[in-house]
């Protein structure tokens, strides 16, 4: 070493003044070469001193003697570090894009992509060149499973990472420990999504969760149907001790049972920052709600709690009352399909006096609670409620009526749906009524109503007036009571229907009806319906020109168009 930076010093010194010229217009020439346009974005020019007239010779002999120098060697080992940073980034682009992706530095979406353990093989050598990436989505590919650990030992490239989903993808216990053994290498990590793995539970799930207390920024776990069992719940329970910054937990479509809500909820209260708790289709049942109406008060945060689909739970939430009078931050409460009963709804009505945050409200196919719900309608916080979903809830005429008194107070309703309630028919004039242009309605289900004509024309009437002019979605299906006259009515006045997506007015499945008469009012409407995306039409039978023009119609706005083939055939017959 010493006799090389001999050999330079004297070689230096051996230099004639020619070679001293020449040497100054060699540096000349390459300093312009480094600053062209094409080679500038990819070699970033090197700091020399070039200013002060030094030699390179020298300048290479002297950065020999020590790294710490600027010198063509630095240079040399920038450049080799960038030809290498653009020559991976050309083959994570490679990569992504043959898989039908786009690529991206922050965010590596390769959902339903049927990956295979060589791709993710081949991803994990890739990782050294995203050292920006912080969402990465490996959703929806069953082939993944068992060769996680060919990723998971790359993720110390990837420090900034903040959500990674990899859901549905038929993990393994080893995958978990694996992932799990990794958590240390993304310490910024908010996000993790589970969801969909079998192998998760079947108390596999410890071989992540003894490794969670790494994760202490993660905000968001996702564990829907992972089949999560007793021994499961212990290990997530004992995992969200550590876990205090936690803001969202799904374990939706897991049967805990009450011992497993048990295990849960008695490690809630070091969650305080928990913002959304879902647990449908969990197999709750009336001890179940008792036990997490306990645990509820050290949620005082709770924005979101989902407790649908528990069909045991009928009966129970009288043991949840004070709980949920303390949860006064809560926007949407989701109790849809839970066999709720008067005395549920009766706690309801002594509880959301105290949820002045209360914007969305599912209640949807409860079928019992259908008169009682006009005690509760009034007690809500009707200015600040966007969505009201009473589908399938055996309306009775007086609650009706009680909605139809309210529907002026409800200013920023968004999504209403009265769906499958015969009554709602009976009084839809009167729910229209009050609507008027500044009205924010985007959804409207009203399918399996009995609507009429006459129901036609009043929705008519708010077109005209501009009350539905936000409407996005409007679901008339199962109808079949309303006549030509009404359809042709409506279609007259869809240019109140500006942004509309989706329209459904299909019929009941042992239904069939000719679509003839108003299919021309119908075709006269479409251009006036700019944002449509979506046409259900099933079963009302076309004649095979009719449905010819229906589809040229639609041919240039990309619309999907839901009409039965049997109904064209039946016609045709």
């Given at each position: ?45 090197s700091?020399?001193?070039?200013k ?50 786009m ?23 890739l ?11 490996l959703?929806?590919n ?16 990837v ?19 694996a ?27 410890h ?32 995992a ?13 479509n897991?049967?805990l049972?009450v ?14 920052q ?29 924005e ?11 009966g ?27 005395d ?25 609670v259908g ?29 009706c ?62 077109c ?16 079949g ?6 359809w042709?009515?409506?279609f007259g ?16 499945p042992?239904a ?25 039409l ?19 706005r ?16």
């Open positions: 070493m010493e006799s090389d930076q001999q050999r330079g010093r004297e070689a230096s010194q051996k230099r004639s003044p020619l070679d001293l010229i020449m040497n100054q217009i060699r540096r000349k020439t390459s300093f312009t070469e480094r600053k062209k346009p094409s080679m500038g974005r990819l070699f970033r020019p700091v020399s001193s070039d002060n007239g030094e030699i390179p010779e020298t300048k290479e002999a002297e950065s020999s003697e020590g790294k710490d120098s600027t010198g063509p060697g630095t240079e040399s080992s920038d450049t080799d570090s960038e030809i290498s940073s653009v020559v991976g980034w050309g083959r994570v682009k490679q990569f992504v894009q043959k898989l039908g992706k690529p991206d530095s922050q965010s590596l979406s390769l959902a339903h992509c049927d990956l295979t353990a060589t791709d993710v093989v081949e991803l994990g050598t990782l050294p060149f995203l050292a920006q990436l912080e969402v990465m989505d959703s929806w069953d082939l993944l499973g068992g060769s996680l650990k060919a990723l998971t030992c790359h993720l110390q490239h420090g900034k990472l903040k959500v990674l989903k990899v859901s549905s993808c038929r993990l393994t216990a080893q995958d978990l420990t992932l799990g053994e990794a958590l240390d290498c993304v310490p910024l990590l908010e996000m993790l999504d589970l969801s969909w793995n079998a192998g998760v539970g079947g108390g596999n799930l071989c992540l969760t003894k490794h969670l207390r790494s994760a202490s920024s993660l905000r968001e776990l996702h564990l829907v149907d992972c089949h999560l069992s007793e021994a499961d719940a212990v290990a997530l329970g004992e969200l001790l550590s876990l205090t910054c936690l803001e969202v937990l799904d374990l939706s897991n049967k049972m011992k497993g809500v048990e295990h849960v909820a008695s490690s809630l209260n070091s969650t305080p928990l913002k959304t708790l879902k647990l449908s289709m969990c197999g709750l049942n009336q001890d179940s709600l008792a036990i997490l109406g306990e645990k509820l008060k050290f949620l005082p945060g709770l979101h709690l989902d407790l649908s689909c528990n069909k045991e739970s009928g129970g939430f009288s043991t949840m009352t004070t709980s949920l009078s303390l949860l006064t931050h809560l926007k949407c409460l989701d109790m849809h399909l839970c066999c709720l009963t008067e549920d709804i009766l706690v309801l009505v002594q509880a959301v006096p105290s949820l002045g945050e209360l914007t969305e409200l599912d209640l949807g196919s409860n079928k019992s008169g009682v719900l006009r005690s509760l309608l009034p007690v809500l916080p009707l200015s600040k409620m966007k969505k009201l979903y009473l589908n399938n809830c055996g309306l009775s005429p007086e609650t009526q009680a909605l139809a008194t309210t529907m002026q107070s409800l200013r920023q309703l968004e999504c209403l749906n009265l769906s499958w309630n015969k009554s709602a028919g009976e009084i839809l004039q009167q729910l229209l009524e009050p609507l008027q242009a500044d009205c924010k309605l985007e959804e409207l289900r009203l399918s399996s109503c009995d609507l009429t004509t006459e129901d036609m024309l009043h929705l008519e009437s708010a005209k007036r501009g009350a539905l002019s936000k409407l996005k979605l409007l679901d008339l299906s199962y109808n009571s309303v006549g030509d006259g009404g042709v009515s409506l006045a869809v240019a109140g229907l500006k942004e509309l997506q989706e329209l459904d007015i299909s019929l009941r042992s069939s009806l000719s679509a003839s008469p108003w299919l021309p009012a119908l075709l006269d409407a479409l251009p006036q319906l700019p944002s449509l995306h979506r046409l259900a099933q079963r009302w039978a076309l004649g095979a020109g009719e449905r010819e023009k229906l589809e040229k119609s639609l041919s240039k990309n619309v999907v168009l839901e009409c039965d083939k049997a109904a064209l055939v039946e016609k045709v017959s």
